[in-house]
C-alpha cells in the first residue's frame, strides 16, 4: 500500500485566494482525519470522517474552512478566502477505527501539505 | 472526556545518555496509547502501541514504554540516545471499547539529542 497520500506538498498562495488540499487515504480505513500544524498551536485536529460522513468538525477554525469526503478514497480541505494566519502544516491520517483488529484506532499519517499564505 | 498531558515540552539529553518522556492520561474507560515520533519537516508515524497484554510495550528504534493502570501514565523510554532520535513525540489515548475512532493527543515533547 502506497500510504495516505497528500497534494500538494507545498502551495503558496495570496491572501484572499482559495486553497484546496487533497488526501487519498488507505484503502479500507473507514475513518479520516484532518489536522493543522504550527509552531504556536502545536497539532490541532480539524474534522473527522467516519465512512465519508463527517463525525466532528468541532475544530474547524471558522467558516473559511470546508471540508468534504465524496467517497471513500478522497477527501478534500479548503480554505476560502485564505488568510496568512492559516498558513502551517496540514496532514491527513486514515485509521481503520475500532474494527481494525490488529490495528485498532491507529492512525497512518500523510506526509503533509506546507501551505503558505503571502 | 479522554485527555493526555505530555509534562516536559522540551528535553535537551546528550548522546548516549538515557531517556524518559512522560505522558500522563485521564479516562473513565479502558484506552489504547500510542506513542507517535515526528522528524523535522515530516508526518507523524507509529513508535509503539499498547492495546492489551504486557505492559512494557517495545517499539521501533529501540524505544520502550510501560502502560501503568494505577498512575494512568505511559511513559516513553530509551537506555541510550542517538542524534538521530532528536525529534517530536506525541502521546495518544484513544477510547477501547467505544465507537469513536479518533485518537487524542498531547501536546508533544521535543527531544533534543546534543553531542
Known amino acids: 500500500d502506497a500510504g495516505v497520500i497528500q497534494s500538494p506538498r507545498h502551495e503558496v498562495t495570496e491572501m484572499g485566494q482559495e486553497v484546496t488540499l487533497r488526501c487519498k487515504p488507505i484503502s479500507g480505513h473507514d475513518y479520516l482525519f484532518w489536522y493543522r500544524q504550527t509552531m504556536m498551536r502545536g497539532l490541532e485536529l480539524l474534522i473527522y470522517f467516519n465512512n465519508n460522513v463527517p463525525i466532528d468538525d468541532s475544530g474547524m477554525p471558522e467558516d473559511r474552512f470546508s471540508a468534504k469526503m465524496p467517497n471513500a478514497s478522497f477527501s478534500t480541505l479548503k480554505i476560502q478566502p485564505s488568510e496568512p494566519r492559516d498558513s502551517a502544516v496540514y496532514f491527513c491520517?486514515?485509521?481503520?477505527?475500532?474494527?481494525?483488529?490488529?490495528?485498532?484506532?491507529?492512525?497512518?499519517f500523510g506526509p503533509g501539505t506546507r501551505l503558505t499564505v503571502l | 472526556a479522554q485527555s493526555v498531558t505530555q509534562l516536559d515540552s522540551q528535553v535537551p539529553v546528550f548522546e548516549e545518555a538515557p531517556v524518559e518522556l512522560r505522558c500522563n492520561y485521564s479516562?473513565?474507560?479502558?484506552?489504547?496509547l500510542f506513542w507517535y515520533v515526528q522528524y523535522p519537516n515530516q508526518g507523524l508515524q507509529l513508535l509503539l502501541k499498547?492495546?492489551?497484554?504486557?505492559?512494557l510495550v517495545k517499539g521501533i528504534n529501540g524505544f520502550e514504554a510501560e502502560f501503568n493502570k494505577s498512575q494512568t501514565s505511559f511513559h516513553l523510554r530509551k537506555p541510550s540516545v542517538h542524534i538521530s532520535d532528536t525529534a517530536e513525540y506525541f502521546c495518544?489515548?484513544?477510547?477501547?471499547?467505544?465507537?469513536?475512532?479518533?485518537?487524542?493527543f498531547g501536546k508533544g515533547t521535543k527531544l533534543s539529542v546534543k553531542p
Open positions: 495518544a489515548v484513544s477510547d477501547k471499547g467505544g465507537s469513536q475512532g479518533n485518537l487524542i
Open positions: 491520517a486514515s485509521s481503520p477505527g475500532t474494527g481494525g483488529v490488529m490495528r485498532p484506532n491507529e492512525q497512518f
Open positions: 499498547y492495546l492489551s497484554g504486557s505492559t
Open positions: 479516562s473513565s474507560v479502558s484506552v489504547y
